[in-house]
T-cell receptor
Framework: NAGVTQTPKFRVLKTGQSMTLLCAQDMNHEYMYWYRQDPGMGLRLIHYSVGEGTTAKGEVPDGYNVSRLKKQNFLLGLESAAPSQTSVYFC?????????FGSGTQLSVL | AQKITQTQPGMFVQEKEAVTLDCTYDTSDPSYGLFWYKQPSSGEMIFLIYQGSYDQQNATEGRYSLNFQKARKSANLVISASQLGDSAMYFCAMREGMFSGGYNKLIFGAGTRLAVHP
């Protein structure tokens, strides 16, 4: 049982470039989330989804877009990367009160 | 004001001993949830334990227990019989309100780094 899988694990972008982070879960969970983790700030919610075809904004959504075309996949896109988006990104799915996290993506924007 | 306060940046404990990691929280919402997550050096976030504000008993999950003192607004994590693999960063987090439409904004503390010595 793979749980929540994120790809890629590491990425370096130049300012203005675009990219998509992929999150896949095999637990049939309805709810999925994207967080970013910055030093001393814990995790902050970017976007979330309550089911296939639905997405909603979280705490820090600016500069990001998401899509949930299939229940098992939740994509996070950066259309024009900025240095402020350098962070570690975590995807999670939820069952009841428990969040299952992926292993994270370290993104650096130069 | 800080919503979640973890006053111990770092803790040391001898293997097989118990250790308590402190967490205090601040909220005026009567419904909330408290969580502890473990982040090893490999980077993943691992759910440890959950306590709801209306739960009558302290939560326990194996070697982990949450010492919930509602009047004092504290939610300390107790790890019994520490193991070398417990060395990690530990985050306390709070969700204010009941789950509403899937929104899951967790407010995290700054974390406590635990080192278990043999």
């Amino acid at each position: 049982n793979a749980g929540v899988t994120q790809t890629p694990k590491f990425r370096v972008l130049k300012t203005g470039q675009s990219m998509t982070l992929l999150c896949a879960q095999d637990m049939n969970h309805e709810y999925m989330y994207w967080y970013r983790q910055d030093p001393g700030m814990g995790l902050r919610l970017i976007h979330y989804s309550v089911g296939e075809g639905t997405t909603a904004k979280g705490e820090v959504p600016d500069g990001y877009n998401v899509s949930r075309l299939k229940k098992q996949n939740f994509l996070l896109g950066l259309e024009s990367a900025a240095p402020s988006q350098t962070s570690v990104y975590f995807c999670a799915s939820r069952l009841n009160e428990k969040l299952f996290f992926g292993s994270g993506t370290q993104l650096s924007v130069l | 004001a800080q919503k979640i306060t973890q006053t111990q940046p770092g803790m040391f404990v001898q293997e097989k001993e118990a250790v308590t990691l402190d967490c205090t929280y601040d909220t005026s919402d009567p419904s909330y949830g408290l969580f502890w997550y473990k982040q090893p050096s490999s980077g993943e976030m691992i759910f440890l334990i959950y306590q709801g504000s209306y739960d009558q008993q302290n939560a326990t999950e194996g070697r982990y227990s949450l010492n919930f003192q509602k009047a004092r607004k504290s939610a300390n994590l107790v790890i019994s019989a520490s193991q070398l693999g417990d060395s990690a960063m530990y985050f306390c987090a709070m969700r204010e309100g009941m789950f509403s439409g899937g929104y899951n904004k967790l407010i995290f503390g700054a974390g406590t780094r635990l080192a278990v010595h043999p």
